[in-house]
């Protein structure tokens, strides 16, 4: 099984920073594409930026131009740079990473636990 654990959440004033981490681990395995994704009170939970295992990145039109994806494959991380954060950022931010166990070569998804990104003054 792979765990991945989220940090870097936290409270911040509209126009600030945050930088989300999140690192995999267990057992054996190899990690495909990795992403964000977030959820608001009352609303359903929806992807913020995604990345390939080659780099390749997309990002919601929302957060387009603010936040940054990116990756360590040798640390098996993945990094969500978050810049001129707005109140309508606030929600708990998961991690999310595509993988194969290298002892079948099947198929899986793990999500973190999440991480609260509050924006506010």
């Known amino acids: 099984q792979v765990q991945l654990v989220e940090s870097g959440g936290g409270l911040v004033q509209p126009g600030g920073s945050l930088r989300l981490s999140c690192a995999a681990s267990g057992i054996i395995f190899r990690l495909d594409a990795m992403g964000w994704y977030r959820q608001a009170p009352g609303n359903q939970r929806e992807l913020v930026a995604t990345i390939t295992s080659g780099g390749s990145t997309n990002y919601a039109d929302s957060v387009k131009g603010r936040f940054s994806i990116s990756r360590d494959n040798a640390k098996n991380t993945v990094y969500l740079q978050m810049n001129s954060l707005k109140p309508e950022d606030t929600a708990v931010y998961y991690c999310?990473?595509?993988?194969?166990?290298?002892?079948?070569?099947?198929?899986?998804?793990?999500w973190g636990q999440g991480t609260q990104v509050t924006v506010s003054s």
């Open positions: 999310n990473a595509d993988y194969r166990s290298t002892t079948n070569w099947s198929k899986y998804a793990a």
